[in-house]
């Protein structure tokens, strides 16, 4: 009797920790397999994620055809990890720096094409045993944006007999009525938390605190009242902006926004233990610079704010731009301090 009873504590002992495993928010990491940054954080850090997202898949034509980029180190990588991520490739319409809205409206519009692009994912979800896929189309018009959700529908019809997930991706300031669409056609929509200012607006906040919560809010609880956080993951940005003065900003990396500041003599300002860091400088031409970025301590408060809001995970956009700290294991984020209590103006488009 003693026995039975150790290994009924002993089973549910087990049965907790399992719990409280599945529990626990994914750690989800962006990466591009072309870029040697990116390639080179995977190989340190792919046994800390849950999920891997490569950037791995264009729909380049209106037929619906798929082009799958090369990646030779993502094999080597998974084999070295402690802890084996599963892998969601992302798949867009982008491919040669443009955002493909013809191949898009194919796949979208044309029942034809759309089978096509369908069974190309489902073919290369099986050869590969990928886990599921992120779809990012962008630069929709009304209408094919309206046609998403049911494509989205079937891609996820023809994956699911495989066990195969299928994610999609979504701007924090989508309309929180499309994004419960997609929502319901989906087994999950990645919030991308970043870009309040993006690179061709006025310096500002890469993704404010406030502005984060706020906006974060109104997508997981909507009027209507049916969002389910545990459907969502929050794209958290890990990387910087540099605008030359009435100029579009080039992307830098959290250490080379730090460099930056160190080699030319600028003290980083942040109005709060935990806000987006920033400062200006002269570039080589006497032109004034700007520098906004997110580093580990902005990243932490973030994913701290998300998680508490009870969302399935967090992501890393994107892995080869984070400051490193993002990976030690450091204070809470609630003990970084709250965000700046003064909102700052919003970023408007820089004129042409």
Same mark, same amino acid.
């Given at each position: 009797?003693?026995?039975?009873?150790?290994?009924? #504590?002993? +089973?549910?002992?087990?049965? $907790?920790?399992?719990?409280? &495993? *599945?529990? /626990? =928010? %994914?750690?989800?990491?962006?990466?591009?397999?072309?870029?040697?940054?990116?390639?080179?954080?995977?190989?340190?850090?792919?046994?800390?994620?849950?999920?891997?997202?490569?950037?791995?898949?264009?729909?380049?034509?209106?037929?619906?055809?798929?082009?799958?980029?090369?990646?030779?180190?993502l094999?080597?990588?998974?084999?070295?990890?402690?802890?084996?991520?599963?892998?969601?490739?992302?798949?867009?319409?982008?491919?040669?720096?443009?955002?493909?809205?013809?191949?898009?409206?194919?796949?979208?519009?044309?029942?034809?094409?759309?089978?096509?692009?369908?069974?190309?994912?489902?073919?290369?979800?099986?050869?590969?045993?990928?886990?599921?896929?992120?779809l990012?189309?962008?630069?929709?018009n009304?209408?094919? #944006?309206? +046609?998403?959700?049911?494509? $989205?529908t079937?891609?996820? &019809? *023809?994956? /699911? =007999? %495989?066990?195969?997930?299928?994610?999609?991706?979504?701007?924090?300031?989508?309309?929180?009525?499309?994004?419960?669409?997609?929502?319901?056609?989906t087994?999950?929509?990645?919030?991308?938390?970043?870009?309040?200012?993006?690179?061709?607006?006025?310096?500002?906040?890469?993704?404010?605190?406030?502005?984060?919560?706020?906006?974060?809010?109104?997508?997981?609880?909507?009027?209507?009242?049916?969002?389910?956080?545990?459907?969502?993951?929050?794209?958290?940005?890990?990387?910087?902006?540099?605008?030359?003065?009435?100029?579009?900003?080039?992307?830098?990396?959290?250490?080379?926004?730090?460099?930056?500041?160190?080699?030319?003599?600028?003290?980083?300002?942040?109005?709060?233990?935990?806000?987006?860091?920033?400062?200006a400088?002269?570039?080589?031409?006497?032109?004034?610079?700007?520098?906004?970025?997110?580093?580990?301590?902005?990243?932490?408060t973030?994913?701290?704010?998300?998680?508490?809001?009870?969302?399935?995970?967090?992501a890393?956009?994107?892995?080869?731009?984070?400051?490193?700290?993002?990976?030690?294991?450091?204070?809470?984020?609630?003990?970084?301090?709250p965000?700046?209590?003064?909102?700052?103006?919003?970023?408007?488009?820089?004129?042409?």
């Open positions: 009797m003693a026995a039975a009873r150790h290994v009924l #504590l002993i +089973a549910l002992a087990l049965g $907790l920790l399992a719990g409280a &495993a *599945a529990a /626990r =928010p %994914l750690l989800v990491g962006f990466y591009l397999p072309w870029d040697e940054a990116s390639r080179a954080s995977l190989v340190r850090h792919a046994g800390a994620l849950d999920v891997l997202a490569p950037m791995s898949g264009a729909l380049d034509s209106a037929a619906g055809t798929v082009r799958w980029q090369p990646d030779p180190a094999a080597p990588a998974l084999a070295a990890a402690h802890g084996r991520p599963r892998v969601f490739p992302v798949v867009s319409n982008a491919h040669d720096n443009v955002w493909d809205a013809a191949a898009a409206e194919g796949a979208l519009t044309d029942p034809k094409a759309g089978e096509s692009f369908i069974a190309a994912l489902t073919a290369q979800a099986r050869a590969q045993d990928y886990g599921g896929y992120i990012d189309f962008e630069n929709l009304p209408q094919d #944006l309206a +046609a998403y959700p049911a494509l $989205l079937r891609l996820r &019809a *023809a994956l /699911r =007999p %495989l066990r195969k997930e299928l994610w999609v991706t979504a701007l924090l300031s989508a309309d929180p009525a499309l994004v419960q669409q997609l929502s319901e056609a087994d999950a929509v990645v919030l991308m938390a970043y870009d309040q200012c993006w690179a061709t607006a006025t310096p500002g906040p890469v993704a404010a605190q406030d502005w984060l919560e706020t906006t974060l809010d109104a997508k997981l609880a909507p009027k209507n009242g049916r969002a389910d956080p545990s459907r969502y993951v929050v794209a958290l940005g890990a990387y910087g902006y540099d605008w030359p003065a009435g100029q579009p900003a080039q992307v830098v990396s959290a250490p080379q926004a730090v460099q930056l500041a160190k080699a030319n003599g600028q003290a980083v300002v942040r109005e709060a233990p935990a806000a987006n860091p920033h400062f400088y002269k570039g080589p031409l006497g032109d004034t610079h700007t520098v906004w970025y997110l580093d580990a301590a902005a990243f932490r973030q994913r701290a704010a998300a998680e508490a809001r009870h969302v399935r995970g967090v890393i956009w994107r892995l080869g731009l984070e400051d490193p700290a993002i990976w030690a294991r450091a204070i809470p984020a609630a003990a970084l301090g965000p700046p209590a003064a909102p700052r103006p919003p970023c408007v488009m820089l004129p042409h």
